[in-house]
């Protein structure tokens, strides 16, 4: 995951549902996935990332980020904070590196 924005040809219809499920939450809702979004910034899990022969900057690795939200109780069980990366995305904090829209 990372978090750069940045739209492909294939991911629009993806897109496009990931942006209605984020603005039918309520304004209460996104607030608080943007509070996530600023306090897994600056968890130190964001950093340079290398996945085979590839470099990201900026990244983080999901299955971290979820620990990293239960530890932080910002999620009960792994389902939730799976959600959690679901609406980090469909918010446009982070976006997956390989393009597609799934948080495991």
């Known amino acids: ?7 492909t040809e294939g991911s629009s219809t993806s897109a496009l549902v990931l ?6 939450l309520e304004k209460d809702e996104q607030q608080r996935i943007a509070h996530i ?3 897994l ?3 130190g899990h964001v950093g340079d ?5 590839h470099k990201y ?8 980020a979820i620990t990293w939200m239960l530890q932080q ?9 799976c959600a959690i990366g ?13 393009d597609t829209f799934e948080f495991p």
């Open 73 to 81: 109780r910002h999620a009960a069980d792994r389902a939730e904070a």
């Open 37 to 39: 979004a600023g306090e």
């Open 1 to 7: 995951m990372s978090f750069r924005r940045k739209q």
């Open 57 to 64: 900057k900026n990244a983080f690795v999901a299955q971290q």
């Open 49 to 53: 990332q290398r996945h085979r022969l």
């Open 86 to 98: 679901a609406l980090l995305v469909a918010g446009n904090f982070v976006r997956p590196v390989n």
């Open 19 to 24: 942006a209605e499920k984020w603005s039918s």
């Open 41 to 43: 910034r600056i968890s």
